[in-house]
């Protein structure tokens, strides 16, 4: 018997729950789906879970999981519809849109702790 996987969930380091819920689901239109705080007085280190478009990421303060300045890729069905959002939304923005040679446009921002979220659009052709 071979088991399939199923899904993957990428992992980013944060160091604050307060200000990556603000830039997740305030500026990028992400839903918070779950947190688990330190205690009932003390948010951080926090475990949490953020989705769009039912595509979850888990974003955590615990030492050892991830390291900030990491990466997390998106396949969108238009990232120049996206950057209007996020531009509207005050977000700022690293990267793009812009047209790679490998054959996505890609539009790249970066949350609080510089982990860089990468939204691609194939280029038709």
């Known amino acids: ?7 993957i969930i990428p992992l980013l380091h944060i160091t604050s729950a307060a200000a990556s819920e603000k830039y997740y689901c305030r500026q990028l239109g992400f839903t918070k789906e779950f947190e688990v705080t330190a205690s009932a ?3 951080d ?6 989705s769009r478009d039912g595509l979850l990421i888990h974003l955590s303060g615990h030492a050892g999981d991830g390291v900030a300045g990491n990466n ?3 396949r969108c069905d238009s990232v120049d519809a996206l950057h209007e959002e996020f531009v509207a939304k005050g977000v700022e923005i690293h990267i793009g849109p812009i047209d790679q040679t490998w054959g996505l446009r890609e539009l790249v921002v970066r949350d609080p702790d510089w982990n860089a979220i990468v939204f691609q659009t194939p280029i038709a052709g």
């Open 72 to 74: 997390v890729l998106f």
């Open 41 to 43: 007085t003390q948010r």
């Open 45 to 50: 280190p926090v475990y949490m879970g953020v």
């Open 1 to 7: 018997m071979t088991a399939m996987l199923t899904r």
